[in-house]
């Protein structure tokens, strides 16, 4: 149980485009999911949280405009990266919640811009 | 402000040997702590988790972790290490965030090798 799945696994995209990445929990409800993004060698840096139905908040220094999050539905959460350029190459996990303090993630995506 | 130590940045370590991976955690009174395993290129799996009663807890792969309210620290133990237990391990602590939701604040992980 508390499978968690992330679609595309890898995706590379060229300067000044939109890509989005979708994350879904397939065995269980998740009212609340979460983005990470994850630099090479190092930790998961949490970029949002998103409840289902409502906007998502954001971490501190994580641009809004840039990182659209949308949670329509509670097996479902997307992340769009608008306009990405080479800065924003990286490996992006999701996690949902099952019970309220633990997470289950998903395998991640890597993106990259050309 | 929250915060997860993993004092260890790298551990070599042979196989059949025996492994503890050290955690220090900095919030709460009564901390939920967790030990997520990360291969290269993959998503983080859950080791095991505490959030109350016996400080001892077994987890998944012949992993277990020892809580210590006393030493601020929850660290990961294995008795005998098998090569595939290469991986980065992370440990983790869920905190209030913004609003009502919880959410984990990592420690920077512990690369582990193993040597055949």
């Known amino acids: 149980g508390a499978v968690v799945s992330q679609h595309p696994s890898r995706v590379i995209c060229k300067s000044g485009t939109s890509v989005k990445i979708e994350c879904r929990s397939l065995d269980f409800q998740a009212t609340t999911m979460f983005w990470y993004r994850q630099f090479p060698k190092q930790s998961l840096m949490l970029m949002a949280t998103s409840n289902e139905g409502s906007k998502a908040t954001y971490e501190q220094g994580v641009e809004k405009d840039k990182f659209l999050i949308n949670h329509a539905s509670l097996t479902l959460s997307t992340l769009t990266v608008t306009s990405a350029h080479p800065e924003d190459s990286s490996f992006y996990i999701c996690?949902?919640?099952?019970?309220?303090?633990?997470?289950?993630f998903g395998p991640g995506t890597r993106l990259t811009v050309t | 402000a929250q915060s997860v130590t993993q004092p260890d940045i790298h551990i070599t370590v042979s196989e059949g040997a025996s492994l503890e991976l050290r955690c220090n955690y900095s919030?709460?009174?009564?901390?939920?702590l967790f030990w997520y395993v990360q291969s290269p290129g993959q998503g983080l799996q859950l080791l095991l988790k505490y959030f109350s009663g016996d400080t001892l807890v077994q987890g998944i792969k012949g992993f277990e972790a020892e809580f210590k309210r006393s030493q601020s620290s929850f660290n990961l133990r294995k008795p005998s290490v098998h090569w595939s237990d290469a991986a980065e391990y992370f440990c983790a602590e869920s905190t209030l965030g913004g609003g009502s939701n919880y959410k984990l604040t990592f420690g920077k992980g512990t690369l582990l090798t193993v040597n055949p």
């Open positions: 919030y709460g009174a009564t901390p939920y």
């Open positions: 996690s949902a919640n099952q019970g309220r303090y633990e997470q289950y």
